[in-house]
């Protein structure tokens, strides 16, 4: 594995998960804010590992397969703490949940059968962006959060149908 700093910054972000859930559910003062302050780190060192990587040209094949990993682990965290704490449906953890889940599996199975993985497009990355944006108004239970959330869960399989797509594409030439 190559070890580099963009590398660095996203092992750290997925060591942020562990972190974020053991605060999140703490019954510490703030805890919520502090949740939410690992989870605004996490986003910031995504967007710097990116950064890095790609000025730097430090972009390495296990750099572009753990870093959307890390993203939707910490985002399936966060969503599962949403729903444990009643501030998600079911429905909406369960679309969540389905869709990272199967892109996760799907990143896998293109990897381990040496088929050509796609980086992460703009669609991608705009999720990710909605969700950080989204996710501080469902924690503090603003009113339509949820809706809101919708609307970024149902742009989140329009993104990966497109990923999906391109993926195809790619490893049909």
Do not use: C, Q
């Not at 889940?101 to 990355?125: E, Q, S």
């Amino acid at each position: 594995m190559s070890v580099n700093l963009p590398n660095l910054l996203t092992i750290f972000r997925i060591v942020l998960i562990p972190l974020y859930l053991y605060v999140f559910f703490s019954e510490f003062p703030y805890h919520v804010e502090i949740a939410l302050g690992i989870l605004i780190l996490a986003g910031v060192t995504d967007i710097a590992d990116g950064y890095i990587a790609r000025k730097h040209k430090l972009v390495t094949t296990i750099g572009m397969m753990l870093d959307p990993l890390a993203d939707k682990l910490m985002m399936l965290a966060v969503i599962a703490s949403l729903f444990l704490t009643d501030r998600i449906s079911v429905w909406a953890a369960l679309f969540f949940f389905v869709r990272d889940l199967a892109m996760i599996v799907t990143g896998a199975v293109y990897h381990f059968r040496g088929k050509k993985t796609v980086p992460a497009n703009a669609y991608g990355k705009l999720t990710t962006v909605l969700l950080y944006l989204v996710i501080p108004l469902v924690m503090y239970r603003y009113e339509y959060s949820e809706a809101i959330l919708w609307s970024v869960i149902a742009f989140s399989f329009i993104a990966s149908a497109i990923y999906l797509a391109k993926a195809r594409l790619l490893n049909r030439m």
